[in-house]
C-alpha cells in the first residue's frame, strides 16, 4: 500500500511539472514513480532475477529530489 502511494506522489509532481515546468524532469519523474510499484518490482524479480530493496527506494528518494530540483530550475532549452 506505501508504495502504491509513494508512486502516487512521484508521479503527480510528474504531472505537475509537465503542465508546469518542463517535460524532461516530468519524464523522469514518471521513471522513478514505476520503482515504487510493487508489479513493476515483481516483474524484475521475475524477469531478471533482482529486487529494489525498501532501504535503497528511500535512497534512491532522498537522492533524487535535490536532481529533480536543480533541472526545474534550469531546464533544457526548448527549440
Do not use: D, Q
Not at 29 to 34: F, P, T
Not at 37 to 46: G, T
Not at 63 to 71: C, G, Q, Y
Amino acid at each position: 500500500m506505501v508504495g502504491w502511494i509513494a508512486a502516487a506522489l512521484v508521479l503527480a509532481v510528474g504531472v505537475a511539472n509537465l503542465l508546469f515546468v518542463h517535460p524532461v524532469p516530468a519524464m523522469a519523474y514518471g521513471l522513478v514513480s514505476l520503482v515504487y510499484v510493487p508489479p513493476a518490482n515483481a516483474l524484475l524479480k521475475h524477469r531478471f532475477g533482482i529486487s529494489i530493496h525498501s532501504i535503497a527506494k528511500i535512497a534512491m528518494a532522498r537522492k533524487i529530489s535535490p536532481v529533480m530540483n536543480r533541472m526545474e530550475k534550469n531546464p533544457l532549452p526548448t527549440l
